[in-house]
């Protein structure tokens, strides 16, 4: 390697940093002190009852408010006209004709991302509709209810597993092995190396935040390119080795006589594999911590089993797996009454939007027969709305109503602990006892 090969490997990765999370970092820790509200978003100690009386001084502040840095909106109207209206494309795309956007380009890091492109989350049509069509068919409600009795296989073989006379960590035992098991048989990735995976979204997970320290920045770029190395040597497998999956079908697949070129099937497949189990894990944790801080919810839906798929939407309603997502303005436009100008960015706050009382009565209520509960916008809207919005609803539903009917008197134990990411919430640790 040349010594500006080597230089380049040294300082690629601190501009990446600074660009991304050092600057941004200093901005936004400044800006909370002067009480910006999308700033303390980002520097409180994200607790949910923080997270509740920010989402009200937000709203208070009108249907679209202007912050230090983007827009801002709790409301469930404006945050859905955002997300569905093509005045607005997802992500933030730099300008390469600018400095930082230059160095962006320059510095990127060469392995997928979750959030740069051709990642299905920041990509729009035409691209964005071709790589979504090819996945969509295995996410169809049909396609997930013939799943449902192999689910149900995995949830109690998982159970089987825990000792119910020992505390358990339910996200270690359960809320994470389920889903990751089932994503991937969908996408036939072989037993032996789920572990991998598990581990490696997991550490890769605060991909999605800004901010980050340098040493979770390097610890999180380090479980990126691991996790896009053995996506490489698996597609190269299934080339070869091909089998009635999700992933062996997009490698072979072929849409008006074109396939997806190397990129795109790595980052789309890596997005599938990693979103079909990330936010299910916490669904079902925040749904199990919930349910046991709401006994009386609990026996309406011990006495009314029909209420469970409703008690899936309520638990999105009210503690959703990712708090917020921001959209980037194409053009001068209005939304509920305030000019937005090109350029700008829009953050659109889904948990909050869940809690607008212009659209959920009692907002802060956990009801499990809310008639209105599916009205939730968690799984996003328009063009990027969830492709496994099914899939996460039927394994949700699956997996609390086989744990609550095989341990109706499980409890929290002290020592739950939140995810320190702040886009997913969720639980990094959930003791119970399961019994007794």
Known sequence: MTLAGRVGNVVKPVVRWGLLHGLPRVALLLAARRGDLQARLFAGSGSTAELDGLFAEIRDRGRMHRGAFSYLTASHATVREVLSGNDFRSGIAPDSNRLPGRLADWSAGGFIHP???????????????????????????????????????????????????????????????????????????????????????????????????????????????????????????????????????????????????????????????????????NLLGNGVALLCDHPGQLDVLANEPACWPNAVDEILRVDPPVLLTGRTCRQDTEVAGVPVPKGALVTTILAAANRDPAVFADPDRFDVRRDNAREHISFSSGRHYCLGAALARMEGEVGLRTLFARYPRLRRLPGATRRATRILRGFERLPVRLGG
């Open 115 to 281: 959030v740069a492109p051709p990642s299905l989350l920041v990509t729009e049509p035409p691209d964005h509709t071709r790589y979504r069509k090819l996945v969509t068919r295995v996410f169809t409600v049909r396609a997930v209810e013939d799943l449902r009795g192999r689910v149900e296989e995995i949830a109690n073989d998982l159970l089987d597993a825990i000792d119910p006379a020992r505390p358990a960590d339910l996200v270690e035992t359960y809320c994470a092995r389920l889903p990751v098991t089932v994503i991937a048989e969908i996408l036939g990735v072989p037993a032996d190396e789920r572990e991998t995976v598990l581990r490696l979204g997991s550490a890769a997970a605060p991909s999605l935040d800004m901010g980050l320290p340098w040493r979770q920045f390097r610890a999180v770029e380090a479980a990126l390119a691991a996790f896009d190395a053995w996506l490489t040597g698996h597609l190269d497998h299934l080339r070869t080795n091909p089998g009635d999956d999700l992933l062996s079908r997009l490698v072979a697949v072929r849409e008006d006589g074109v396939g997806l070129n190397d990129l795109e099937l790595r980052a789309t497949a890596g997005l599938v594999l990693a979103a079909g189990f990330e936010t299910t894990v």
